[in-house]
């Protein structure tokens, strides 16, 4: 079946550190792949997304190769600020939509 | 991109009463999800709402214990039935819409339940 692993938190860097977050994922078919963030007290907002092999989904200085070979959606980001604090989920949608979440990594960015 | 309402915001609730949940889209939407997110744990879809008819449950979730209705196209309530501690959660609605070549996710910004 369909499944979503991401690395364990909580995540603990200064500002201006690298971030990278892990994600591997499970699937049959060519699934669709995402980045959301939760911040505290908010929703899931979507953060970037990739539909296929070898694209990057970019944004707010957050980059992810959907990377098929190795079947992994890993998030980073050159230079974290304290405002990037929040929880990050990997997730996958299948060919009938249906949507699955990695577990969530929790990242504080200390000043 | 759909904005989602959800109320309560939160809720500190004393178990065996019920409390409803409502969600309400800016957009006519076809199907509402609704995810409950444990302490730690994933997002779990409930249910998927569709309105004009009964929803769809997912393993190990029932009707009796969570309740929906769908209204109309924009509106939906969960309600989580005779609480005990163990459905101290979040609880997030969802409508999916297409943006580019995939279907994307929206979400309320969640109930978060405790039971006491």
């Known amino acids: 079946g369909n499944s979503v692993t991401q690395m364990e938190g909580p995540v603990t860097l200064s500002e201006e550190a690298f971030l990278t977050i892990n994600c591997t994922y499970t699937a049959t078919g060519y699934p669709s792949l995402f980045w959301y963030v939760q911040y505290p007290g908010e929703g899931l907002q979507l953060l970037l997304k990739a539909t296929k092999a070898d694209d990057k989904g970019s944004n707010k200085g957050f980059e992810a190769t959907y990377r098929k070979e190795t079947t992994s959606f890993h998030l980073e980001k050159g230079s974290v600020q304290v405002s990037d604090s929040a929880v990050y989920f990997c997730a996958l949608s299948d060919p009938g939509n249906q949507f699955y979440f990695g577990t969530g990594t929790s990242l504080t960015v200390i000043p | 991109s759909a904005v989602i309402s959800q109320k309560p915001s939160r809720d500190i609730c004393q178990r065996g009463t019920s409390l409803t949940i409502q969600c309400q889209v800016d957009s006519q939407v076809t199907m509402m999800f609704w995810y409950r997110q444990q302490p730690g744990q994933s997002l779990t879809l409930i249910a998927t709402?569709?309105?004009?008819?009964?929803?769809?449950?997912e393993s190990g979730f029932v009707i009796d214990k969570f309740p929906i209705s769908r209204p109309n196209l924009t509106f939906s309530t969960l309600t989580v039935s005779n609480m005990s501690p163990e459905d101290s959660s979040i609880y997030l609605c969802?409508?999916?819409?297409?943006?580019?070549?995939?279907?994307?996710?929206?979400f309320g910004q969640g109930t978060r339940l405790t039971v006491v």
């Open positions: 709402a569709n309105q004009g008819s009964e929803a769809t449950y």
């Open positions: 969802s409508v999916q819409e297409q943006g580019g070549r995939s279907t994307e996710a929206f």
